[in-house]
């Protein structure tokens, strides 16, 4: 049974509680929102499961969304539509209702992935996307010179791209999601060439990963940062990405047709 939140979050992060200006650092990205868009292909109707703030849901044409989390629901735009209160383990569709469906930056926080994809999978008659990060990659980005404790619990809460396919069954394919310089989707991935970006606490706190790790962590990262950015240490080993126009980290989409 998924265990939910007075929020009604349901997995391992309660949006009540970190999740009030989640809006203001996600906001989507059109070249990603293209990514997402030719994947999905010509599906009429999309079902976004996890669907937060609503973000990328512009790249289908007919959505139906989804999200258990209170505070997140409040915060979606008024030309949306509005998100039923559901989790992505008992989906209250029909076999086979949609001719799509995603999940953008949600499966890592399910209570049980397995379940969630196959719930997806038994509601869908098209191609079933998934936007997640690559466990095994997430430790490459320089972040994990001053938080490794972050990229840790990330490494730790993403399911390999493996078990997602295995979930979903069919045809699979992975993709990597190029991230662009001026990324406006604030995952931590995102401020590749913008290190400063990250000394904002607010910045942190919409990535999910920074609240499983207490404030010695935090304070230790906001001390060694600012100490390497000052002293020009960043920018001799990693300023070249400052100006690298697109990031391939560990952000793909695993995409599955029957």
């Known amino acids: 049974m998924t265990t939910r939140t007075q929020d009604g979050s349901a997995g391992d992060v309660d949006y009540g509680a970190i999740g009030g200006g989640y809006s203001a650092y996600r906001r989507p990205d059109e070249r990603i929102a293209r990514f997402i868009a030719e994947v999905l292909g010509d599906a009429r109707s999309v079902l976004n499961v996890g669907a937060g703030a609503g973000s990328y849901e512009t790249a289908a044409r007919t959505v139906t969304a989804v999200e258990p989390s209170e505070s997140m629901r409040a915060q979606r735009p008024t030309q949306l539509a509005r998100a039923i209160d559901a989790v992505a383990e008992a989906l209250p569709f029909a076999d086979g209702e949609f001719d799509a469906a995603m999940t953008l930056f949600s499966v890592h926080q399910w209570s049980d992935v397995r379940a969630g994809l196959r719930e997806m999978r038994r509601v869908t008659r098209g191609p079933v996307v998934i936007l997640t990060c690559d466990p095994a990659l997430v430790r490459d980005f320089w972040l994990y010179r001053y938080a490794p404790e972050v990229l840790d619990t990330e490494a730790r809460r993403y399911p390999t791209v493996e078990e997602v396919a295995s979930a979903l069954g069919g045809a699979g394919v992975v993709q990597t999601v190029p991230i662009p310089l001026h990324c406006t989707d604030g995952f931590n991935e995102a401020y590749y060439g913008r290190p400063e970006m990250l000394l904002d606490p607010a910045a942190r706190q919409a ?38 126009p697109t990031y391939e980290g560990s952000l793909v989409i695993v995409r599955a047709t029957p």
């Open 207 to 244: 990535c999910s990963a920074w609240s499983f790790v207490d404030d010695q962590v935090r304070e230790h990262f906001d001390h060694s940062l600012r100490s390497d950015l000052n002293s020009g240490a960043w920018d001799a080993e990693f300023g070249p990405l400052r100006r690298q």
